[in-house]
Each structure stands twice: as structure tokens, then as C-alpha cells.
Nanobody
Framework: QAQLAESGGGLVQAGGSLRLSCVAS????????MGWFRQAPGKEREFVAA????????YYRDSVKGRFTISRDNAKNTVYLQMNSLKPEDTAVYYC?????????????????WGQGTQVTVSS
């Protein structure tokens, strides 16, 4: 079983930056893919970014490409999401998740454990 804890959310003006962190405990962190998702009020949870267990391959939803960067530090059991040039439409609760058994990296159901989420609010 894993426990995930996100931090780094907050209120920022459009064009600003935030760096989210997710610390994992439980199974050996470096053996599994990780993902970031977000959920805005009244909307379904959507894929933001994912990274392979080695950190060599990253995936992004189209709307964040060139603005967000996912990375990981396996020695610290931590995955990061650097968010630059933030827009009001990025406002959501952001969740990290771990994928133990593989599957489509962009599908929430392919992930096995989730953090509690951290709120990101971007003002215009």
C-alpha cells in the first residue's frame, strides 16, 4: 500500500508559476510510474502529466505542453510538477497518483493510489 502527499498549491496570478510536490511512502517508489491529474468544480478528473519509473519519458496533455514539466527524484521518493505561465483555466485540485500495474498513463482508472490533492487557483 502507498501513501501520497501533495503540497505546493496556492493562489497565483495568471502568468505566474507554482511547483507541486508529491512525496510517496510504501512500496519502492522508483519501480512505478507516476501521474498528475486535476479536477475542477463540476468537471471530471483529467490527466495532466505522467512520468515513467526511470524518469526518462514524460507525457503531457496538450493544453499544458511547453508550460508544465513533470520530474521525479527517486532518492527522495518525490515527483514534481513545475507549472509556468499559469492560466485561469488551470484552476483545479491537483492530485498525484501511482501506477503499480501499468495501463494507459492518461486514464485515472489505471492508477492504484492517490493523494488527497492540493488546490491551485489562478486569478485573471
Amino acid at each position: 500500500q502507498a501513501q501520497l502527499a501533495e503540497s505546493g498549491g496556492g493562489l497565483v496570478q495568471a502568468g505566474g508559476s507554482l511547483r507541486l510536490s508529491c512525496v510517496a511512502s510504501g512500496r519502492t517508489f522508483g519501480n512505478y510510474g507516476m501521474g498528475w491529474f486535476r479536477q475542477a468544480p463540476g468537471k471530471e478528473r483529467e490527466f495532466v502529466a505522467a512520468i515513467t519509473r526511470s524518469g526518462t519519458i514524460a507525457y503531457y496533455r496538450d493544453s499544458v505542453k511547453g508550460r508544465f514539466t513533470i520530474s521525479r527524484d527517486n532518492a527522495k521518493n518525490t515527483v514534481y510538477l513545475q507549472m509556468n505561465s499559469l492560466k485561469p483555466e488551470d484552476t483545479a485540485v491537483y492530485y498525484c497518483a501511482v501506477q503499480y500495474y501499468g495501463g494507459t498513463y492518461s486514464t485515472p482508472s489505471a492508477y492504484d493510489y492517490w493523494g488527497q490533492g492540493t488546490q491551485v487557483t489562478v486569478s485573471s
